[in-house]
């Protein structure tokens, strides 16, 4: 445009800058910045306006802030770009504070506003009073949102509610829906749901058909999860990679790994998302030889694992007994400078421990530089299974000076510590301590742990205070010549 002669106006810039919006942009978004300096067509509000979401979506909230303060008339585009700033990227009591100036200025709110607010972790409820308040929940645009949000906070019952007094419906409401109750397992919600929307003429789309796999866990649901497949067979969304690495997923948890497998060699083209979904379905239902088959194909038609292909290979390593290629994988996640943090990390302590290589997990857990409460835990039983109950308490108590809260698997560590160290001392003070201050009951596993603590003797003669690790398993000549590319 520039080499045709032609001058930029405000439109232009309000019509380009928002697409500077993302951190890899931001050095062409400050040049049109300059330039709009240099021409005199940053002065126009709109501009200013545009400027500031950049800056925003830039995450370069000073930036955002001097535009906002420079306006001498702030729309209420001009406070709803800056409260959405604040909120999307984390600052949600800012974000408050400017909605407060905005009411005190005596700006009238618009959708646009409430939507921006819904981003600032604020209870949906309030948000929904202040909708009511102002006149703005009969926009399809704000009902929607809240619907959304509610779903997403888990307060389903309110969402649905709330979906079905507006006249209007949409997909997008419904799905957030449907998604919420598949997160709590709640199939027969969602097949009333899913029943509701038939009749309203509406279909599921790829992201609803993923969500309602997802939340197909409990066995009893299988005929509910074959009809689902059904209907993305009969609408065409098992074309879907996505859906069809949710249909993997779910006959793995029902342990129909021949329906899994024939799902996943139908498919025209295998990602890498749908390798790791085989291969980790596969470890999940202990049958971790077949991971390992299904790695060397991988690797065969020129794909790299990732984190969650190694992290899946660890466990299946972890299940087999596999130290050699397990040290092999570790070695690759060092040559490719793999993050070894969360579950990779854990992935690799968990395997090196039951392999038979706990000094070998120490060294692992110890390069990890913010363990998380499963790598603790991991770290914990480690010690536990091999007799060391002092180091597993010792563990235990520099994970409480770290500011983490134990969960049910940290007190099992730490109670089979105390069974294989005959520690009655101990068990009953950590057992009380679970009780008492973090109200293990909740867990469901009180009754696991009363039996554990049955099994704490006095003198250690009812656990084992060492255990027989076979560490040196090795696999299949054959199989393992496949691995050495690799």
Known sequence: MLREGFSPLQTTLVGLVPSCGR???????RSIHGFGIKTGIDLDSQVKNALT?????????EAAELLFEELEDKSVVSWNTMIGAYAGNGFFNESMLVFKRMVEEKVEVNPVTIMSLLAANISPELIHCYAIKTGLLNNGSVVTSLVCLYAKCGITELAELLYWSFPQKNLVSLTAIISSYAEKGNMDLVV???SRMQQLDMKL???????????ITDPSHMSIGIAFHGYALKNGLDTHNLVSNGLISMYFKFNDIEAAFSLFYEMPEKPLISWNSVISGCVQAGRASDAM???????MFGLSPDTITVASLLTGCSQLGYLRLGERLHNYILRNNLEVEDFVGTSLIDMYTKCGSILLAERVFKSIREPCVATWNTMISGYSWY???HNALNCYSKMREQGLEPDRITFLGVLAACIHGGLLHEGKKHFQIMKEEFATNRWNDAAKMREIMKDIGGDG???VSQIEVTSSREMDPDLYQEFLPF
């Open 192 to 194: 009333e749901c899913f």
């Open 461 to 463: 003669t009812s656990g």
């Open 205 to 215: 789309d790829s992201v609803a058909m993923v969500s309602i796999l997802h939340g």
């Open 53 to 61: 979401y950049m800056y925003a979506k830039s995450g370069d909230l």
């Open 293 to 299: 088959k299904c790695f060397c194909q991988m690797k």
């Open 23 to 29: 951190r890899e942009f931001v050095f062409q978004g």
């Open 387 to 389: 007799g060391l109950e």
